[in-house]
Nanobody, 124 residues
Framework: VQLTESGGGLVQAGGSLTLSCATSGLGFVGYAMAWYRQAPGKERELVAA???????HYEDSVKGRFTISRDISRNTLSLQMSGLRPEDTAMYYC???????????????????WGQGTHVTVSS
């Protein structure tokens, strides 16, 4: 199983980025997916999650600015980010949890597959 993130980089405050997570060996439709992030000195936190059925959850600070989506035909997870703020600066990770149906996976211990991360830096 491999999860590979891409799309991170340096952007000015107010700008946009789209992160992608390519998956292989996963059986994509059998997993709930999520984006987590971790800033230096902080714990890894859930940014957005999506169930097999397409239900979505967002951390309060990103609601209205970020959009999570999944493309089953391409086995790809995406995170569209707009209105970026310096506090969004972090390493962003793609994660997969073996949960079927419409149930969201909102706890980090449910995720058993992780990517290596892609770094997002937002300058003020």
């Amino acid at each position: 199983v491999q999860l590979t993130e891409s799309g991170g980089g340096l952007v000015q405050a107010g700008g946009s980025l789209t992160l992608s997570c390519a998956t292989s060996g996963l059986g994509f439709v059998g997993y709930a997916m999520a984006w987590y992030r971790q800033a230096p000195g902080k714990e890894r936190e859930l940014v957005a999650a999506i169930s097999n059925g397409g239900n979505k959850h967002y951390e309060d600070s990103v609601k209205g600015r970020f959009t999570i989506s999944r493309d089953i035909s391409r086995n790809t997870l995406s995170l569209q980010m707009s209105g970026l703020r310096p506090e969004d600066t972090a390493m962003y990770y793609c994660a997969a949890a073996p949960i079927l149906g419409d149930q969201l996976a909102l706890h980090i211990w449910l995720y058993d597959h992780w990517g290596q991360g892609t770094h997002v830096t937002v300058s003020s």
